[in-house]
């Protein structure tokens, strides 16, 4: 009977003292423990059945940003081991799931389990991505790493609990090729229940890897043999030559069982590579129990695993970017608006960045410059920051156009295009300096805290570009002058894995003081999405507060685009609001949303150009998102004006990038 850990208790502790005796003691156990066969001589072969995803993710704009689910594989894999170190994968059922096209090919590793915690060499990607890194558990791993007792645990179990001892590791050279992360031993025989670890950044082939996380969990087979139970796999890729807020992700996810023990395996069933795959007929006779939408949507709603919290932890011990291998020096740009851009207040903005990461990727500089053949001003920015354990601190100086919307209304690939040929900027803006030091940090795995301060300026801009076609509208003056700010923000980011349930939410508040006046401003926003048998309900919304004294630049907006505008111009405004929007999406590959919104904006702020909504102001229309969910189109009208509106874009998705 099998039994994995379903329950712990136990506090880490806030200081370690690294290689006791008492922990040189436990590690030597789990040592030689560990060389003997499968840690124990009456284990002489089994078979196993392992039923797992790799996902595909697609990762656009910062840390926090819910990937995109890209492609979906799901797999039933036939295990067989024989002592002492043979193994065989066969893949019995295969089956995808395309939401994106791309050109994804695995290495063959990637389509099976860990079926010998890595022997003493680990190796990932058949050796492509990691290889030859030494096992903290191995004869060489004692020399070059340190070891520290943290927590008791206990796993509960019907027939007994047993006592499991963490063991925090990290490099004693953290430049060399290396893991750092935590063992969980076995008090009792000091047998490896479960591994979590990342690597150091030497340790990566691959140029594009960024980083990869690894939990091997073991269940308790037979009241006797610790034996693979659960296995998460995160790879991390990056591009190569342009630093842009972008990533690709492979996450494999594995739970194992159906162990059958001691059965006779003869040496014929392991001739030929470790992991082969089923002919095709067989595979896709294979009689999988629910429909793979389904499957997907309840992988990601019982996960299990966080390799979220594995991060935080490992973080702890070394520091974060000493874990990441990302370059030295590339160049870099948070968009691609960063590199080319049109607007009103510019013209043509042609602009180029550069990262550099020192002392092993402890310290990021990054810079900018930007020139408006328009307005022939240059503006530019550099950002310093450093982490040190869990949090990051950063200095920043910069000059910058910036729409004041908390939202944008575009992504910037189209209001460019509009911008350019039509004569449509949707776009407010002011010529923004400052100077700000912050301080972020995660309030847990998915959720993150950042507190900065700053001096600001801020000054009027002129429309001074001329359209190809049409005429660009004033732009209106919203410069406020010089200001002191204190800004606190909290985020919690989405789900991913394709779960169909998703939610997230930010807060920030923030205080300024002026040469002769100060101001306070509050603003929250929720998205959600739940799935309603083949469909999903989406709902969004935001309120707001600001004090009487709010600058021009800080009032509160909303609409402005399709459907959403209001009068005189087509944003509203003011110093308090709140407004929301549901959608009920119909479809997966060519969606159809009918959706309602409905606002309400309030209290005048001195010298802006907008107007509140005067009573809450309701509309209604009907999306569309096609092309594997890469454009839509929005079309509807106001329910008190009956004023008609149309908008197309890009989804919201890739505006973070664009």
């Known amino acids: 009977m099998v039994i994995g850990l379903v329950a712990v208790a136990g506090r880490r502790g806030e200081t370690q003292e690294w290689n006791t005796p008492a922990t040189a003691a436990l590690v030597e156990r789990a040592v030689a423990r560990r060389a003997g ?84 060499r680990i190796r990932l990607g058949e050796g492509d991505e990691v290889r030859d890194v030494p096992h903290p558990l191995s004869a060489d791993g004692r020399l070059v790493y340190d070891y520290a007792l943290s927590d008791s645990l206990t796993i509960t179990m019907p027939q007994r609990a047993v006592r499991v001892h963490e063991v925090l590791v990290r490099p004693r050279d953290v430049a060399a090729p290396r893991v750092a992360g935590a063992l969980y031993l076995d008090a009792a025989d000091a047998e490896l229940v479960r591994f979590r670890f990342k690597f150091t950044r030497s340790a990566y082939i691959d140029p594009t890897l960024e980083d990869i996380t690894v939990e091997l969990d073991n269940g308790l087979w037979d009241g006797r043999y610790w034996l693979p139970r659960r296995q998460e796999i995160e790879i991390r890729r990056h591009t190569e030559w342009l630093d842009l807020p972008a990533r690709g992700i492979i996450r494999a996810r594995w739970e194992i069982g159906d162990y059958r023990l001691n059965v006779a395996l003869p040496e014929s069933e392991f001739r ?12 896709a006779a294979f009689p999988w129990p629910d429909p793979i939408d389904a499957a997907i949507a309840e992988a990601a709603d019982t996960r299990v695993l966080s390799l979220a919290e594995v991060n935080s932890a490992v ?36 602009g180029a960045g550069w990262v550099l990461r020192p002392w092993n990727g402890l310290v990021e500089v990054r ?4 020139y408006g053949t328009a307005d022939r001003r240059l503006k530019g920015s550099v950002r310093n920051s450093s982490t040190r354990g869990l949090w990051q601190w950063s200095l920043a100086v910069s000059r910058a156009v910036q729409d004041v919307g908390d939202e944008p209304l575009a992504s910037g690939l189209v209001n460019s295009l509009l911008a350019q040929e039509a004569g449509l900027d949707y776009g407010d803006y002011v010529l923004r300096d400052e100077a700000r030091i912050a301080v972020r940090g995660p309030l847990g795995p998915r959720s993150a805290l950042t507190v900065a ?34 800004r606190v923000s909290a985020e919690q980011a989405g789900g991913a894995d394709g779960a169909a349930a998703d939610a997230r939410a930010g807060v920030s508040l923030e205080v300024g003081v002026g040469d002769s006046t100060a101001f306070a401003r509050a603003r929250g926003s929720v998205r959600v ?42 944003r509203c405004g003011g110093r308090y609001g709140v407004a929301g929007t ?38 209604a229309g009907v999306a569309t998102e096609w092309f594997r969910r890469l454009l839509r189109a929005e079309v509807g009208a106001g329910l008190r004006t009956g004023r008609v509106g149309v908008q197309v874009d890009v989804t919201r998705d890739l505006w973070a990038i664009l």
């Open 37 to 120: 066969m499968q840690a124990d001589s009456g284990l002489l072969a089994f078979e196993a059945r392992a039923h797992g995803f790799v996902f595909f993710l697609g990762q656009l704009g910062e840390e926090l940003t819910t990937p995109r689910l890209i492609k979906a594989d799901q797999l039933v894999v036939e295990v067989y081991w024989r002592a002492p170190d043979h193994s065989k994968q066969r893949i019995v059922g295969w089956r995808d799931r395309v939401d994106l096209p791309a050109g994804i090919q695995y290495h063959r590793d990637h389509l099976g389990i860990v079926t010998n915690g890595f022997g003493d």
């Open 529 to 570: 999405q739940v799935p309603i048998r083949a469909t999903a309900l989406a709902v969004s919304a935001w309120a707001g507060w600001g004090s009487n004294d709010l600058p021009r630049h800080r009032a509160l907006l909303w609409g402005g685009r399709g459907v959403v505008q209001c009068e005189p111009i087509a």
């Open 367 to 370: 810079s900018g410059l930007s």
């Open 272 to 283: 030929g590579p470790e992991i082969v795959a089923a002919p095709a007929d067989q595979r």
């Open 315 to 350: 973080q702890e011990l070394v520091g974060g970017r000493a874990l990441s291998a990302l370059p030295r020096a590339q160049a870099g740009a948070r968009s691609l608006s960063d590199v080319m851009r049109m607007n009103r207040v510019e013209g043509l903005a042609l």
């Open 582 to 619: 549901a959608e009920w999406r119909f479809g997966s590959t060519l969606v159809v949303a009918p959706f309602v919104a409905a606002g309400y904006v309030g209290g005048s702020v001195s010298g802006a150009p907008w107007a509140g909504t005067g009573g809450i102001e309701p509309f």
């Open 453 to 486: 301060a700053s001096v600001e300026r801020t000054a009027n801009l002129d429309t001074v570009a001329q359209p190809v076609f049409g005429t660009y509208r004033a732009n209106a003056p919203l410069g406020a002058g010089r200001f002191a700010v204190v």
